[in-house]
């Protein structure tokens, strides 16, 4: 009889069997407002003065140790940029089978002669770019020996952690504002969390996540209360530089709630500089907001470097409703460093964009990617961005979890059908 032929590796596995096993570069965590050095290897949240951690790495061990044409030669996701990521054993690595995500030119819906072009986060694992984030949170909670795992979320972080903790054996807990779209409520308590809604805003959940803490023992995974999330996101610039062949775009417009993408972005453009992997050119950053709630625009346009609690936040693209960012000043520097700045669109204009791109180009954004859009053609009408920059859009999740515009139209198949109506 003949021996079954055993079945090729899942790309998860072949993620885990690939990741360098000799340790991680990490040498130590820094608060990013004292520079005061945390040992790594352990459990931190914030710095004693309330502020994110950063992780720090032996740069030149990375470079010694793999090349750029090495990391273009590898298949698959972020886990392909593994010398840049703190987690130190393959075995604590969690994969759901990620993909670089595509870069894809607009057509018709800008004017000829612009070079608008979307990253579409939309293609990893749970549909958005919170896979990214989660990942590493989760890697580095199994690393460090944590296994409850709590957060607030808008939607599509709460889904990211759940898969990926679950796939990883971990119990989670999630609090939703009870405006939540429904899909993302139902989705995160699927993948095995158990979530609950809340009458309130994300920071009205947050704060339920931190008072539980001493009561409940898990770990908070908010945005950037702990120093693994960005790491994750950074993996966004990587791949950034490496789809334009170790150089980076002129302008990138980021949709902007917590700001964990453009700070993690920011970081691995210092990274690969130091290294060597990149010049000393850099995209012009722009937070994305919508006039509902607009914290990180208004201390952009007020020149301080901490944005004021927004009150009576709204707007229905739901994750960039965050009032409040705790990472607020690293927003802000990395949007003057680079010469760049923050903008809030409307709504209105936010669900005309989405609408525009859909059906000029076939490419169904989020509504907080429909926000970048909406901000490149207002500041393309002020002059903010010149036609002949390339520019990049965040989509940072795919529309199909958001509500679309009915349809009503139907035909009755037993009467005679009117075929002037389809020209």
């Known amino acids: 009889m003949t021996s079954p032929t055993k079945p090729a590796l899942l790309e998860p596995e072949q993620t885990v069997a690939l990741y360098d096993q000799t340790g991680s570069s990490v040498t130590h965590l820094e608060c990013s407002m004292t520079g005061e050095r945390y040992e790594a290897g352990q459990l931190h949240g914030l710095s004693k003065v309330g502020k994110p951690l950063l992780v720090r790495y032996n740069l030149d061990k990375i470079a010694a140790s793999v090349t750029r044409e090495q990391i273009e030669a590898r298949t698959g996701g972020f886990w392909k940029y593994r010398e840049f990521l703190p987690v130190g054993s393959a075995a604590n690595v969690v994969s759901l089978g990620e993909v670089m995500t595509p870069l894809v030119p607009l057509r018709n819906s800008v004017p000829t002669g612009t070079e608008v072009i979307v990253k579409d986060e939309g293609r990893l694992p749970t549909g958005s770019f919170k896979a990214r984030g989660l990942a590493l949170a989760v890697a580095m909670a199994k690393e460090l020996g944590q296994s409850h795992l709590a957060m607030p979320t808008n939607g599509n972080a709460g889904a990211a952690l759940a898969a990926y903790a679950s796939y990883a054996g971990m119990k989670t807990t999630v609090f939703c504002p009870d405006d939540t779209p429904e899909v993302n409520i139902r989705e995160i308590e699927l993948q095995g969390a158990q979530v609950f809604t809340v009458n309130g805003l994300i920071n009205d959940c947050g704060k339920i996540v931190l008072d539980g803490k001493e009561a409940m ?31 980076v775009p002129d302008v990138i417009f980021y949709p902007t709630g917590g700001g964990t993408g453009l700070i993690g972005m920011w970081k691995a453009f210092a990274e690969l500089e130091a290294m060597g992997w990149i010049g000393s050119k850099r995209p012009r950053m722009v937070a994305v ?16 470097e901490h944005a004021p609690l927004w ?14 960012a705790v990472g607020d000043f690293l927003i802000l520097r990395a949007v003057r ?65 958001y509500p679309m515009p009915p349809i009503s139209r139907s035909l009755d198949r037993h009467q005679p059908i009117d075929y002037g109506q389809f020209k």
């Not at 023992?217 to 789809?243: C, F, H, N, V």
């Not at 509504?367 to 903010?384: C, D, H, I, M, V």
């Open 217 to 247: 023992g898990w770990s908070d995974i908010s945005t950037l209360k702990e120093p693994y999330r960005i790491e994750g996101k950074k993996t966004m610039g990587l791949e950034l530089a490496e789809q334009f062949g170790w150089q």
């Open 289 to 304: 907001q919508s006039t509902g709630c607009a914290p990180i625009v208004k201390a952009w346009e007020d020149g301080v």
């Open 311 to 324: 009150e009576n936040a709204f707007t229905a693209a739901s994750g960039i409703r965050v009032p409040a």
């Open 337 to 401: 460093e680079s010469g760049g700045f923050a903008i809030a669109v409307t709504d209105e204009h936010i669900m005309q964009a989405r609408d525009e791109v859909a059906r000029k180009d076939g490419f169904l954004l989020c509504p907080e990617g429909a926000a970048t859009f909406a901000a490149w053609q207002s500041a393309l009408a002020s002059g903010q961005v010149g036609k002949d920059e390339r520019v990049i859009l965040f989509n940072c999740a795919t529309g199909l979890k």
